[in-house]
């Protein structure tokens, strides 16, 4: 029998008395599995590496490797991404060492200890497409960033990284210690820039097949602009590129299966950190897992609120949207001038755990094994304590729905430069997650107004709607949206611009009218907004609620419509929330919207609003997953965000 590490029996043992004292309502799920992206490795990523030079002699090295492996397999403790398999996953050293990655050895520590691995299926597709003559989309990217370089979606990379697939499955196939066959990280489909990008058949291609989506294509030198007609375009763009992504990773899903039927794919690690490419996730119903990285500290230091439910939040998000096992990667480096330390770690686990996620991976490439070794141990603890435990039913309530409008979020960001025009910020969506789920403690799902389209039962079995961001919509969908209400559902409107044009540029003002009844005043200086007692029935609230408005514009309606109730006036009495009979249901209309991360830093009020408009329509509150936190967390009420940096 394999002694087991000190550490491990004692993480153990405390996992046990805390699984045995949690309710039986929080133990619904397996806990999957913890990986680290395997910086600790590789000794060019060792602080006393110099080029030419090893730090440790190779047979010292492997010796010191095994330990390292041996340690990490026993505490439960996985590899992906850099150290995923087949070796070499990313360039290394000439002069590396790596002897030690081979099948046998791979064996015997899985036997040993249970050590498995992730699969790069698309390892080296990228760069192989480039030497193939594949066109180089932007020449401004690192020459060794690949997979930025090239297009995902350039018929020259899929021949590309199906051969990939076919050289690397059969090698691992039936190999037990294979853990997911893991495609490219952080996908984005970039924009041909320069003259020869421009004048390629790729280029031409793009072109021809973005129109037939409504608009030409955006320029990816465009001079940075509103979201107006640029923002239509990008709607097509990114359309477009999602159909032809997830076309491709769909053959890909296939393929990989056909060459091993036991095979579990996770397509892509989706960059989640300042934002998010606004695809239509619910279409990864061939995925068997998905995967964010949601780190904590750049978007909290860009926008105060922003970051700190990030994990939770792309965890719900892709769980929700897709219903399929979620990887979050959790952030183990510094960045944006933030170390995280061992609380973080743990909190922002629990934080993704509860949220919906069934796995954890850590990124920490300052290598802490020797960096820091105290949060390294920390990393191997979090992965003992969680191994062999239970996780909270998500939650979720399908009869509550939070819209993902992707006709809106795909506008991009047109007034930013480089890689953020591709992203959303999804700042409404994140932060009604924070305020509903995190701080008010509610049960709600998120849903994609495709989705939603494609299957109309999703939109018939919900009895409240909320759109928090809702712009620019398929008339189609905003169509569906009238009846639904007509036939008694609650619908909130928690975006003022909400129903403005469709994605071919329409108005939708008729829809509008319906549903909101009640036009926009000018832009007003008032940044407060006062929720009347008993507002909202006998929901609530029981007192008065001052709500911060840190939108850069708020309006107030011009005149209230014949039968409406006003739930919130600005501080001189002009209306900012109301709320209307239409049909047999109802709408719940915001002036100005409540959304914007920086609700999130301290506003007790705008978390008891969310509470009495959950309450309002009969949704749950209260869900006991809010209140889970990881077994042996040393600081289990530590807040998201605490900058112990000072």
Known sequence: MTRRPAIAIAVAAAAAALAAAAPPALADRPMGSVSSWGHELNQDELPS????????????????????????????????????????????APNEPVRWRNPRNFARLYRATGLRWDVAYEVWAARNALDGGATVMDPSVNPRAYTQRVSLVDPAYRRASLAEIRRIVPTLRGRPYASLYQGSDEPMIRLPRGRRALRSPYARMMRAGVRRYGQAPPSATAPRR????????????????????????????????????????????????????????????????????????????LRPGRGRYNPGFAAKFLSDLTGKPTRIILQGFTYSGYTPTTGDLYAWAGQALRAGAGDLGIFASDNPRVTDRTFYASMLRLAADLRGTRLPDPPTDPAVRVVYATASEAQGQPHLTGDDRYLTSGDELYTLYGLLGERAHGAFTFDADAAMARAPARLAAAR????????????????????????????????????????RGRSLAAVRTTLVGAPLGPARTGRTLRVLPGSLGPSGPAGELFVPVYAPRARAFAAVPDGATVVARFLDDAPAVISRQVGAGRVIAFATTILDPQTLTDDDDAVEFARALQASYGGRLDHPAWGYRVPGDPDPSRPPWADDAG
Do not use: C, H, M
């Open 226 to 301: 509103p979201a107006s007609r640029e923002g239509l375009r990008w709607v097509a763009y990114n359309r477009w590129a999602q159909d032809r992504f997830f076309a491709l990773k769909r053959e890909q899903a296939s393929l990989i299966r056909r060459l091993d039927r036991r095979a579990r794919v996770l397509p892509n690690d989706y960059g989640f950190i300042r934002g998010f490419v606004p695809w239509d996730y619910s279409r990864l119903g061939f995925a068997d897992a998905v995967e964010a990285d949601p780190y904590v500290s750049l978007a909290e230091n």
């Open 464 to 503: 409240v709607v909320w759109l928090p961001r809702a712009d620019t919509l398929d008339p189609a969908f905003a169509a569906a949206l009238v009846a639904w209400v007509r036939r008694g559902g609650t619908l909130v409107v928690a975006d003022p611009d909400a129903f403005t044009r469709t994605t």
């Open 49 to 92: 590496y110099r080029p030419g030079r090893l730090p440790v002699r190779p047979a010292r090295w492997y010796r010191v490797i095994n330990g390292v492996l041996t340690t990490a397999g026993r505490n439960g403790l996985w590899f992906t991404g850099p150290s995923a398999l087949p070796f070499p996953p990313l360039p290394l």
